[in-house]
């Protein structure tokens, strides 16, 4: 059985011109219907002129700061039905269609590992992906390698970066991974604020589509080969 890529996290970035963090408290989060109304949150939210943080018991938080809101939710073991950032971020810029909308952007986050083998891990990266050469031998320790890719699909761009990465399990040991972050980028199309909120809907409304490009590169490009995977618990 070939390796694939285990889905770790998913963050949806919605970029404005005019964003400010302080609109974006628990209060209008819930009374516009972003969240629902029985939502708790785990920990005390985070409020400062530049940042202001609410995180959910349920995994998800949400990060305003100027021109921007991320949503960010852990998607491991989970259902994409089960999945609720993207209808989140959908409502959200629906409730604010006067902002100057720039961007989405559909960020998820992978990882891949080699049965806790830390030299298989390096290998994979400095033999397979990168040519041996004695720049990889310069110090003490082998050359720590990330790798960035930027492909241009039919209907957006994905940036892919490659990396180690260590995750951390129960007992506090670290086992060492290769972490695929893939960030896809959609420009909203139209002239007035009703069609550039259509068009950031519709592009949030595919996400699964792009989680499963996301997917489909990196298993059939990147992992082809590699063996059965070996999935594990949250990062370090």
Known sequence: MHQSVALQE???????????????????????????????????????????????????????????????????GKDLAQVEIARLARKYVQSLPNLEYEAVGLNP????????????????????????????????????????????LERNVLNLTISEAGMRNEDETVTPVILFVGNFIHRPEGSSPQELVESLCNNLDQWQTDLETYQDIINQNFLSGLGETVLLPAFA
């Not at 628990?26 to 005390?44: H, S």
């Open 10 to 76: 998913l963050a949806i970035v919605v970029a404005a011109n005019n964003h400010s963090p302080a609109v974006v408290n628990l209060e209008f989060l819930k009374y516009t219907g972003i969240v629902p109304m029985d939502w708790e949150l785990a920990r005390n939210p985070i409020y400062t002129p530049q940042l202001v943080q609410h995180t959910f018991q349920n995994g998800i938080t949400i990060t305003a700061q100027p021109n921007r809101v991320i949503f960010t939710e852990v998607i491991e």
């Open 109 to 152: 986050t992978g990882h891949v590992t080699f049965g806790g083998q830390p030299e298989a891990v390096k290998k994979y990266l400095n033999e397979t992906l990168l040519a041996p050469g004695p720049w990889q031998n310069v110090g003490q320790s082998p050359a720590r390698s990330t790798i960035n890719f930027s492909y241009t």
